[in-house]
């Protein structure tokens, strides 16, 4: 997709751009959200949300209970109607069409499957609504439940089925039908994290080999960031960073942002020295200035604030070399992680720092332990400058 399509459809101070039309509709603009507001008497959901979605794209709405991920989603099924805007699919603005005609199905979070009916009837029951009968129905709900790979259980009943099995069944029922845009509904929430973490993947090769669109709903950032091609991070009806999973990790826009996705630690500070190829801030959190490889747009002076993940910063027992860029302090907790340990470690400023450590980075310093004196440092490529 192109970078600066997405940026200009998704940041939420953006111009405002015009209702596409079926002749301007194409790839890269599969799916369009435009200005869209949804108000619940005079609670706003949803704020003017621009978004565009390529064809065959797995996209992610990703944000904390109440920011207006899920009444998007539903807006895009009709089970919300849009207070103002335009949601359009392929150029057609869906406005006046009802739920049952638009080109969209929904998989909910609890899979809402007929507890007395066959898994095999559950998946036909959408088709038997539409018509289709005899060979062409039977052929279609046979080859849904072997693309999903439960073939094998059609004449069981639900409760017969652990809950991976009856999302299996769920995600076949909604691509029987082939439609142009599948929506999911935190599809992973009823899981424990041992399926979970299997399925995903699982889900993400299935509809590879479908080619559907997707939008999918989650407050699981993991999730988020295994399965989605882009996503969107949503706080208070707004989109707030839209991105690869990579790029809203690696460089988030904001202080939000960057404590919402993953984890992270910030040091605030002022601008002391502010060149086009680095910047210096000084924090009274560390014992040294904090440098940053890249510059920025702004006044000396101006508060900023560092982030820095976790998995960015080494551990050492001895003073590192250079004049920025590190704290000294003592362990004050250890969290074992099997491959790694997070090192809660407090600086003499009385700022708590977490580092990512490797088993093996571990054995080649001595495996420090609680109170043991250590120094952490991280290079000048790990930080990135966040000003709101």
Not at 53 to 62: D, P, T
Not at 97 to 125: D, I, K
Not at 161 to 178: D, I, N
Request: aromatic share 6%.
């Amino acid at each position: 997709m192109s970078e600066q399509s997405s940026a200009v459809q998704a940041a939420p101070n953006s111009g405002k751009p015009q209702p596409a039309s079926p002749a301007v509709a194409g790839a890269d603009n599969f799916v369009q959200i435009v200005d869209v507001v949804k108000k619940f008497d005079e609670t706003v959901a949803v704020k003017g949300v621009n978004l565009s979605v390529k064809k065959g794209e797995l996209f992610a709405l990703l944000g904390s209970s109440g920011c207006g991920k899920s009444t998007l989603l539903r807006m895009l099924a009709g089970l919300e109607t849009v207070t103002s805007g335009h949601i359009l699919i392929e150029g057609v603005d869906l406005a006046k069409m009802p739920p049952y005609s638009r080109p969209t199905n929904m998989m909910f979070q609890s899979y809402a499957l007929f507890p007395h009916m066959s898994v095999e009837s559950n998946v036909a029951f959408g088709l038997k609504q539409e018509g289709v009968k005899g060979a062409e129905l039977k052929d279609r709900v046979h080859g849904a439940l072997e693309l999903v790979q439960m073939a094998r259980f059609a004449k069981r009943k639900p409760h017969q089925l652990s809950g991976g099995q009856q999302q299996r069944v769920a995600l076949a029922r909604s691509l029987v039908k082939r439609p142009k845009l599948l929506l999911l509904d935190e599809p992973m929430s009823a899981l424990d994290k041992q399926i979970r973490q299997r399925t995903q993947m699982e889900l993400v090769n299935i509809l590879d080999q479908v080619g559907v669109t997707c939008i999918m709903v989650t407050h699981d950032q993991e999730e988020a960031m295994t399965m989605a091609d882009r996503l969107a991070v949503m706080s208070e009806g707004q989109i707030v960073q839209l991105g690869t999973p990579h790029e809203v990790y690696e460089y988030p826009n904001s202080r939000f942002s960057a404590e919402f996705i993953g984890s992270t630690n910030l040091f605030d500070g002022n601008v002391v020295e502010d060149e086009p190829d680095h910047v210096f801030v000084e924090s009274s959190e560390l014992p040294v200035r904090l440098y940053v490889n890249h510059g920025i747009t702004g006044p000396l002076g101006m508060p900023v604030t560092i982030s820095v993940r976790p998995e960015r910063i080494a551990l050492m027992r001895k003073p590192p070399e250079g004049a920025y860029n590190w704290g000294r302090g003592t362990v004050a907790n250890i969290a074992y992680m099997g491959g790694y340990s997070l090192y809660h470690v407090k600086l003499d400023s009385g700022k708590i720092v977490v580092a990512s450590v490797s088993s093996l980075a571990l054995g080649e310093i001595d495996s420090p332990t609680w109170d043991d004196e250590v120094y952490v440092r991280w290079s000048a490529s790990a930080g990135v400058v966040l000003t709101s």
